[in-house]
């Protein structure tokens, strides 16, 4: 049980109770998690705004605190979101490597921040 | 060890093992990976803008296709900049989910979508 | 003076004038501007996340004058993050609005929220 | 009328009769309208994710092109937004600045990215 804690179905279904012992699901309808995601995610980021990057490779242990539970959040949001559209949300992380893999050959894309659609297509 | 696939912490490691294989380390600074994060989270955001609540809780096989794979983004841009911020996501949910259920305890908040700080203290 | 003082371009030199005074303008990079109007925007976004249509449009005035605040604050660095970039944003919107008028001609879009890109090409 | 075209207000009315003219106002409840802002700024966000601040401060045409029109975006929705919900896009701005003013003083701010609630209220 414990071993399993870390898993991302473990903490959709301890969501889904929390949920539901609050009867929460009538708020939880995809589009009000899409906002609440995209909310969550823009609190992450409010925290980076002013940081060079030296900063924010080395948060203050306060920050580094906060930003931890705001990234819970982001991932709390996220979990509720795929289990209200019935999306495999491993699967689907593990669908996206496999296309990144493709999209991103180690030949093409070593040491370039380049988008694959403007990779070459050859050589 | 595919019992395993769906944990944070495989996942975390995949993540790290493509972006050093391709020397993307000096993009993923956490300022730059917050940003990812956001823009990904707009992105999911995006496919339910215009829908009613009776469309965005049945969305067309492609759309939810879509989504699921901007989920998976979302997911992956969190793990990297966890990593790099040498944050354990699954214990910062863990931690974050102990924090809502004192912060929400059923007898206040059934039925209610009142953010904790603006529920009432008392009975 | 006080016709003007709805312009853009009023606003925009208000705010170069106040960042200066700070010596803000070691802050103000447009990649530091960029997220702080995406993390505005979240926070706009914020206001809406449990609210039904009904409710989105009949805010109580404690609500309505909190989101009106950060509606500004997403129009002052809107126009800060423009100023560094030196672009005219009310030529841009011109412009947008433009393009907007082709993309969307009446007889297509009418009644309709779809996305230009999915409209059809004829009829 | 020409002298006008930047006002907040006459783009504020094009982008009404724009909406009217196509029967939109039925998407444009104020809650589509806020996830419609903050994925167009999540859109601005893009451009920036992977660049230095040297890069961000000097973009090529195309790419400032591109930001052009998505700031465009973002200021069309803000503007729809506030029209619906009857709020003053110019006042709020100017309102949001005095608070601006009082909250970060020349003596306690000058050359500090440090948001006014941390800002020492004394000295």
Not at 6 to 31: G, V
Not at 38 to 53: M, Q, S, Y
């Amino acid at each position: 049980m414990k071993k399993q804690a870390d898993t991302l179905d473990a903490l959709r279904a301890q969501l889904s109770t929390f949920a539901r012992a609050r009867d929460w699901d009538q708020f939880h309808n995809p589009k009000n998690l899409a906002m609440a995601l995209a909310g969550e995610a823009g609190e992450v980021l409010d925290h980076f705004r002013w940081l060079t990057f030296e900063q924010a490779g080395h948060l203050t242990p306060e920050t580094r605190a906060e930003v931890a539970l705001e990234c819970a959040d982001v991932l709390l949001f996220l979990l509720r979101l795929c289990d209200k559209l019935d999306i495999d949300l491993a699967a689907a992380a593990r669908k996206k490597m496999a296309i990144n893999a493709r999209r991103y050959p180690v030949s093409k894309s070593r040491g370039k921040a380049t988008k694959w659609s403007k990779l070459g297509r050859d050589g």
